[in-house]
């Protein structure tokens, strides 16, 4: 019986991914509007079987898929391996019961460089795509370089895709890898930071892109050149604001408000052409992030609090053009740290919190945590796990002596044991901008994974 359902889990509770609808939310109705009878059958008779194979797996395998642990009084379900290659997918049915209908998933991690967190990740990355219908990939990471290495990504190298669109801390062997996948599977990937700032961007623009002439690319280059020249300069710690540094930064607004206002022009001549539209779309945003990353870094640069509540905002509306604009029926994966998809935060409101109320109720947060070990650093020097107070997060869960594990933290009610996980507790990683790592896990997240041990990444490049 056991062998049977896992064999079950792995064909008939799961449709061929290949020509499917990749829809957000209603795929029976999306088979609708394309009057096929057999495929609403076969898709109908689909999600019957995930709604049986579930029960029967936790039922046919209590130890290995289910297990109630005393201490922490909360459901645990272990996971069998974090190995982005492993496709048998049987360990990961209770997170899509989880999920259900959610539109968007967001993916945390409690520090950018960590190799077994990337990995299991990737892996459920490579999951929700295959079994779930989820084809866009939004990472925190510069989103003009991202969208731009997107339209390319058929002619590009893995270290050119990782190069031209990634933060520097995801430059890593297991990312490498998973460029193969993205170049075979092709799944939309995006950027949703106006942070950041890679060189995609720039070497698009050299490209002369079907939507822009050469005049048009050049003029671009150069006002790239400029903001990049002006941002690099404002990060210089002894630099201040003063009247000239304003009148650059109001200098390159202007340019950018003037670019912005002639692309919606050709918006209007081209607006039989989708591929040209969708990149002047894309265009119109990236000068949209540049003009907000200019006021609110010059005028806020010394000012943490309300920075980053103005870069977490820009995010959040980033997300929302993508999901409401650009992806409208599509499901969204989102790969951001912990303390940006949190659906709260005790000093200064985060991307996730800041969404629309309607994305809010599409979504499923999920924070990754480690146990023990080392990761990286911002700098990508190795850094041992703190060895946190009990009553910890880590202290918790190291109690389940599981090498890897995931806990739906979404539907529990209080009882006498889970109740450290509504109130404020201790976390590894950047929590507040003060230092505080006491956070209401409840409150802040839907889902939480956990790996026991865990390790500093290679980078591919010299840091």
């Not at 990353?293 to 977490?312: S, V, W």
Request: with cysteine; charged share 25%.
């Amino acid at each position: 019986m056991s062998q049977f359902v896992v064999t079950l889990s792995n064909t008939a509770c799961f449709p061929p991914a290949q020509g499917r609808p990749r829809a957000g939310g209603n795929n029976v109705q999306d088979l609708k509007s394309k009057k096929s009878p057999f495929l609403m059958f076969k898709h109908t008779c689909s999600l019957v079987l995930i709604i049986f194979c579930i029960p029967m797996l936790v039922i046919a395998q209590p130890n290995s898929i289910k297990k109630r642990v005393r201490e922490i009084g909360i459901t645990v379900y272990p996971i069998s391996t974090i190995d982005p290659q492993n496709d048998n997918y049987s360990d990961l049915i209770p997170m899509l019961k989880s999920i259900a209908d959610s539109r968007i998933v967001m993916l945390g991690e409690f520090t950018h460089a960590c190799k077994e967190i990337n990995e299991l990740k990737i892996r459920i990355i490579k999951f929700l795509y295959e079994k779930m219908d989820f084809d866009v990939l939004v990472f925190e990471s510069d989103f003009a370089g991202m969208t731009a290495m997107n339209f390319q990504k058929d002619t590009m190298s893995e270290e050119r895709m990782i190069y031209q669109g990634f933060l520097s801390l995801w430059h890593t062997e297991e990312y490498k890898d998973f460029m193969k996948w993205i170049a075979l599977k092709k799944p939309e990937t995006t950027g949703l930071d106006p942070q950041w700032l890679t060189s995609g961007f720039k070497n698009f623009i050299r490209k002369k892109p079907a939507s822009i002439d050469s005049n048009m690319a050049n003029r671009l280059w150069q006002l790239e050149t400029r903001y990049e020249e002006f941002v690099g300069l404002m990060k210089k710690t002894n630099v201040r604001n003063s009247d000239a540094l304003k009148s650059r930064r109001d200098s390159l607004v202007d340019n950018y408000n003037m670019l912005r206002d002639l692309f919606s022009q050709q918006k209007r001549i081209h607006a039989i052409n989708k591929s040209v539209i969708k990149e002047l779309d894309f265009f119109i945003k990236t000068f949209e992030n540049r003009i907000s990353y200019l006021m609110y870094f010059t005028k806020f640069k010394t000012e943490l609090p309300r920075r980053f509540f103005e870069r977490n905002n820009q995010m959040a509306h980033n997300l929302a053009w993508l999901a409401d604009t650009i992806y409208p029926n599509r499901k969204i994966i989102v790969s951001a740290h912990n303390y940006h998809i949190a659906y709260e935060n005790p000093e200064v409101k985060v991307m996730a919190q800041l969404l629309p109320e309607a994305l809010k109720k599409q979504a499923y947060s999920i924070a990754f945590f480690g146990g023990e070990g080392y990761y990286a650093n911002n700098s990508g020097n190795p850094k041992p796990i703190a060895q946190l107070n009990a009553g910890s997060l880590r202290h918790i869960l190291l109690k389940t002596n599981m090498d890897q594990l995931f806990l739906d933290i979404s539907r529990e009610k209080m009882n006498a044991r889970n109740k450290w996980l509504f109130r404020p507790i201790e976390i590894e990683g950047f929590a507040t901008l003060s230092g505080n790592k006491f956070i209401n896990l409840k409150k802040s997240f839907d889902g939480i994974f956990f790996i026991k041990n865990i390790s500093a990444p290679v980078f591919l490049f010299k840091k």
